[in-house]
T-cell receptor, first 116, second 115 residues
Framework: DTEVTQTPKHLVMGMTNKKSLKCEQHMGHRAMYWYKQKAKKPPELMFVYSYEKLSINESVPSRFSPECPNSSLLNLHLHALQPEDSALYLC???????????????FGSGTRLTVV | DQQVKQNSPSLSVQEGRISILNCDYTNSMFDYFLWYKKYPAEGPTFLIS?????DKNEDGRFTVFLNKSAKHLSLHIVPSQPGDSAVYFC??????????????FGKGTLLTVNP
């Protein structure tokens, strides 16, 4: 299995809703990432998990809450989002935190989130 | 302030010809560069990379050239095929700077290869 699977593919939520994005990989990768990509912009790093522990939070607002229940799963819990949070949310994984810079990531297909 | 820039939003070439995608960077700490390819409704997939100690890396039809003094890299695809039509992202990382986990991406260039 060489894939990163993200669900759902599309999500529409109201500003008072609570929802979660899910990401799964079975490649034995020990680092997992959340990136956010707005239209006509590059992907931007949000969070990094290394060996199931949160290693990096790129000053992301607390309405985004990541969780790594085990080495294969990564969730992103969403609460009280704003319309400007509408974007493509990409999950990625890499063998480990240290080699990501030259081995690169394996990305999922993303969740297209619309906040209304 | 964009540290990785892809100034051409789109590029159109004929099948069989060469495609050249360009990327510029501003952060001199970047020492590893990667190209990703993205089809619609799919995540980006890794294509080819180059370390700053090299000036060229080749993999089949794909070659990446790095001009460190100009802070410029380019991806050459020869010959171009219709299946190469996708968005191409340039990305960079700073291994020696301690943030090797982080890839900084350009905005991407949409390549269209016409039959």
């Amino acid at each position: 299995d060489t894939e990163v699977t993200q669900t759902p593919k599309h999500l529409v939520m109201g500003m008072t809703n609570k929802k979660s994005l899910k990401c799964e990989q079975h490649m034995g990768h020990r680092a997992m990432y959340w990136y956010k990509q707005k239209a006509k912009k590059p992907p931007e790093l949000m969070f990094v998990y290394s060996y199931e522990k949160l290693s990096i939070n790129e000053s992301v607002p607390s309405r985004f809450s990541p969780e790594c229940p085990n080495s294969s799963l990564l969730n992103l819990h969403l609460h009280a989002l704003q319309p400007e949070d509408s974007a493509l949310y990409l999950c990625a994984s890499s063998q480990d935190y240290y080699s990501a810079g030259w081995n690169g990531y394996t990305f999922g297909s993303g969740t297209r989130l619309t906040v209304v | 302030d964009q540290q990785v820039k892809q100034n051409s939003p789109s590029l159109s070439v004929q099948e069989g010809r060469i495609s050249i995608l360009n990327c510029d960077y501003t952060n001199s700490m970047f020492d590893y560069f990667l190209w990703y390819k993205k089809y619609p409704a799919e995540g980006p997939t890794f294509l080819i990379s180059i370390s700053s100690i090299k000036d060229k890396n080749e993999d089949g039809r794909f070659t990446v050239f790095l001009n460190k003094s100009a802070k410029h890299l380019s991806l050459h695809i020869v010959p171009s095929q219709p299946g190469d039509s996708a968005v191409y992202f340039c990305a960079a990382s700073a291994r020696s700077g301690g943030s090797n986990y982080k890839l900084t991406f350009g905005k991407g260039t949409l390549l269209t290869v016409n039959p």
